[in-house]
């Protein structure tokens, strides 16, 4: 596995992939690697012939700077983790590379980043827009992989490729669970026991509601039996739930006649946790 710190060496290996008329596959991620993101490498082995995987802790998708300090790292483990998982070239900029001294240019989906999850976390998506497009330039991949559990992200990602025209393929991979059904996020490790604990009801409540939907519901029932489940665990306190049409985010209300989506975010002891669901009727 090549282990890269530089765009221009980066460029060069891909360069070298092509030559030999290989496929690249790009996962973005900020490290601390765990087995949702080795669920994504390997959608990207299963369709291309090179896996690159990029690891950068981007500091403008973070509003607080105690919240981008206290971001886990572990560089050595990830790169072990990237090695026995096949992936070709690992991508380790410094922060200056990606965003060299005096730049300027941002990107940005004005609708999408600005509601719902962006409303709570402004500026957020700006921050994933911009730095995403970085990657895609530095790496030129034909597919790149994300993670379904960060949904508005994935949709987000989706927009703002289609509009600047990314010869890319957007791949959505399903959100992989610890065994008690709390979503993989590296964020988990940050919660105390007790919250670690409490922390299932999110899984619980978008069940539940995955549940009720099957039997015909409405919308305002749905958000009230999710927010009634959340309630009732006293450690969590919920920031953001949202019932939207699947792909557009687009508010919806009344009976659940097509595929909706669930955003759910809580908060326990200052870690956010976010979770989703696509629920069908
Ligand atoms: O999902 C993430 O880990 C990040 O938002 C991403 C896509 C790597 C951009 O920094």
């Known amino acids: 596995m090549l282990i890269c710190r530089t765009v221009a060496e980066c460029r060069a290996a891909v360069a070298g992939f092509r030559q030999a008329g290989d496929t690249v596959g790009l996962v ?13 490498v390997a959608a990207a082995k299963a369709r291309t012939d090179r896996v690159v995987v990029t690891i950068f802790v981007n500091p403008t998708q973070f509003g607080e700077a105690a919240d981008l300090d206290a971001y886990p790292r572990d560089e050595a483990r990830d790169i072990a983790l990237l090695q ?10 410094e922060v200056a590379e990606v965003y060299p001294q005096g730049d300027e240019t941002i990107v940005e989906t004005t609708r999408l980043a600005n509601m719902l999850h962006g409303k709570v976390r402004p500026g957020h998506f700006r921050g994933v827009t911009t730095v995403v497009a970085r990657l895609f330039n ?15 992200q994935l949709q987000v990602i989706r927009k703002m490729t289609r509009d600047l025209a990314f010869p890319i393929e957007i791949v959505g991979c399903p959100t992989v669970r610890e065994a008690d059904g ?21 899984n619980k409540a978008l069940t539940l509601a995955e549940d009720a939907t099957r ?22 306190t919920l920031r953001g739930l949202d019932v939207v049409h699947a792909g557009d985010l687009a508010e919806v209300s009344g009976p659940v006649t097509e ?23």
Request: net charge negative; glycine share 8%; charged share 20%.
């Open 28 to 40: 973005p991620t900020m490290g601390y690697l765990h087995d949702g993101h080795l669920s994504l």
């Open 84 to 93: 026995a998982a096949g992936v070709d070239l690992v991508l380790i900029p």
């Open 138 to 152: 530095f790496v030129g991949p034909d597919i790149a992989c994300f993670g379904e559990k960060d949904y508005q």
């Open 182 to 202: 709390l979503a993989m996020s590296s964020r988990n490790v940050r919660l105390t026991p007790e919250d670690r604990a409490a922390a299932v009801v999110l």
């Open 215 to 236: 039997a015909g519901t409405t919308v305002e029932a749905l958000r009230d039996l999710i927010a009634g489940t959340i309630a009732a665990e006293p450690r969590a």
């Open 259 to 281: 595929t909706t989506a669930i955003m759910l975010s809580v908060e326990f002891g200052g870690i956010l946790l976010i979770d989703q669901r696509e629920v069908t009727p």
